[in-house]
Each structure stands twice: as structure tokens, then as C-alpha cells.
């Protein structure tokens, strides 16, 4: 399983980090985000990935993208073998890489767009030998290793994000449609005024059933979901230097105050510590 210090709404303290893990004995892992990217390349045997409202079966060459934020949670079943490459990414670092018009956080904004998160890079892509070489890199001591790791991790992500542009995808996702549209609207909607109510008229279901789905399908509540949804926009806001009124406008609240004490509550500081 994945290692649990960077699991649960985690911290990554690197610009990145990989593992390589292959096992046969899984635990259960509920519903969770990171305020970091994540990146889950499957090498060998088979699983399942659920990642906001969709369920994938995976394969080898198949990679998994979740951007910050996105809910998600791997279904693994007790015996069956699964070896993959894990890169915990920071967003901060992928921007500071990042030129005009090559923007290395494109995987994972189209992913979000297209409500597809699974992909399939072809073999002249190279990804393989890629995660192969950097896992070497990463644990290299020789002068120079440090280096070679970066820009090797930079032109694996180059080719991640041409295999997405590309589009060519991996698995096809399967969920409650119902869920999904409700789910796709609240991402595109996020910072407007969204009630149970007019949720439920939208989308021709009643509101105590939906309310039960969605915790089914996502492990949150409507109103969790969109809570957390709305405050790591709002971190990220900050992180780019938007003022805090600003952030807490352009999140989707209307009261400052409120604002405040729902992010101190979430991220354990004030917005103005960022």
C-alpha cells in the first residue's frame, strides 16, 4: 500500500517523491485528497482505481493522474498482485519548471476538464524507460545525481502531458452517470451559490436519494465536498498572491469571517499564514 505518511490529506516536503511498490497484500483505503498532484503508473497485474465518481479498471500502461483536490481512493483486492510507480508532485515546483505555453500542470487541468483521469502513453513515448531511469537517479549518490533526477523527472512529464494532449486514454471510467453530471457540475459551478435543493430539480432525482449516492460514490457529503472543494481553491488563490479578501470571494464565499474560520478549521492556520 501506499505509504501512510502522505496519504491523508498529506504534506510533501520534496518537489517530488517516488515509490515503486509491488504487492499482493492491500488494505482499504477510504476517500481522500492531497494538496499535492499524484501520479500512479501501472506496471504490472491488475486493480482498480476510483478517482471523483469514476471507476477504473487498470492495466499495465496505464497511468493514473490526480490533480490536488481530486477525490480518490485505489480498490485493491486482498491476493492479486499489483506492481506500480507512485510520484507525489508538487504543484509549486511543476510551476516554477514551467515555461510560456508549456505549462507542466496541463495533464492534470485537462484531466479535471474532461472528467478523465486514466491514460495510455504509446511505446515511443518512452515512459517506462523513463520511470526506470529516474528511480536509478533518485538513488544515485554520484556527483551530479541530484541534476540528472530533475531533468529526468522534467522530460517524464513532458511526455505524460504529450501522451494527454494526445488523448489517448486508458480504461473507461465507470460510475453512476447520475452522480458524475451531478459531480462535473459542481467542479464547473464550484464558487456560485449551490443548494440540495436546486441540485435535486436539475437533475430530476430526489434529494435524499441523491444525498445517499453521493456519499456511496465519493465517501463525502454534497456539503463536504463542496466545502473542501471551495478551500483548496481558495489555498491555491493565496498561493498565486491573491489578497485574502479576494481569495475568499473568488472561492465562492460571500463572508469573510466565515471564510476564515472554515480555512483555520481545515488547514490548522489562519489564511493570512498561508
Not at 96 to 124: K, P
Request: charge should be negative; aromatic fraction near 14%; hydrophobic fraction near 35%.
Amino acid at each position: 500500500m501506499e505509504p501512510l505518511q502522505y496519504e491523508e490529506r498529506g504534506y510533501l516536503h520534496e518537489d517530488f517523491r517516488l515509490f515503486h511498490l509491488a504487492d499482493d497484500n492491500h488494505g482499504e483505503f477510504p476517500y481522500h485528497y492531497h494538496a499535492f498532484h499524484k501520479v500512479i503508473a501501472v506496471l504490472a497485474g491488475r486493480t482498480e482505481y476510483a478517482v471523483e465518481g469514476e471507476r477504473y479498471t487498470l492495466q499495465p500502461g496505464d497511468f493514473v493522474l490526480v490533480g490536488r483536490g481530486c477525490i480518490h481512493r485505489p480498490i485493491m483486492t486482498e491476493g492479486t498482485f499489483y506492481e506500480r510507480v507512485v510520484f507525489y508532485i508538487s504543484p509549486e515546483y511543476l510551476q516554477s519548471i514551467s515555461r510560456e505555453g508549456e505549462d507542466l500542470e496541463t495533464c492534470f487541468r485537462l484531466a479535471q476538464e474532461r472528467f478523465c483521469y486514466v491514460y495510455r502513453a504509446e511505446e515511443e513515448d518512452g515512459l517506462q524507460s523513463l520511470f526506470t531511469a529516474l528511480e536509478a537517479a533518485r538513488e544515485d549518490r554520484a556527483f551530479g545525481s541530484a541534476l540528472r533526477s530533475r531533468a529526468l523527472f522534467t522530460e517524464l512529464m513532458v511526455a505524460i502531458n504529450r501522451a494527454v494532449i494526445r488523448g489517448e486514454r486508458g480504461g473507461e471510467g465507470r460510475g453512476d452517470n447520475k452522480i458524475v453530471a451531478i459531480l462535473q457540475y459542481l467542479n464547473a459551478h464550484l464558487t456560485e451559490t449551490l443548494t440540495i435543493d436546486e441540485l435535486a430539480a436539475r437533475f430530476y432525482i430526489s434529494k435524499y436519494h441523491m444525498m445517499r449516492r453521493f456519499r456511496e460514490e465519493t465517501g463525502y457529503t454534497i456539503h463536504n465536498y463542496i466545502a473542501e472543494k471551495r478551500l483548496m481553491l481558495a489555498q491555491q488563490l493565496l498561493q498565486r498572491g491573491f489578497s485574502l479578501t479576494a481569495a475568499a470571494e473568488q472561492s465562492g464565499y460571500q463572508d469573510y469571517s466565515t471564510f476564515s474560520r472554515a480555512y483555520k478549521k481545515q488547514f490548522g492556520h489562519a489564511p493570512s499564514a498561508k
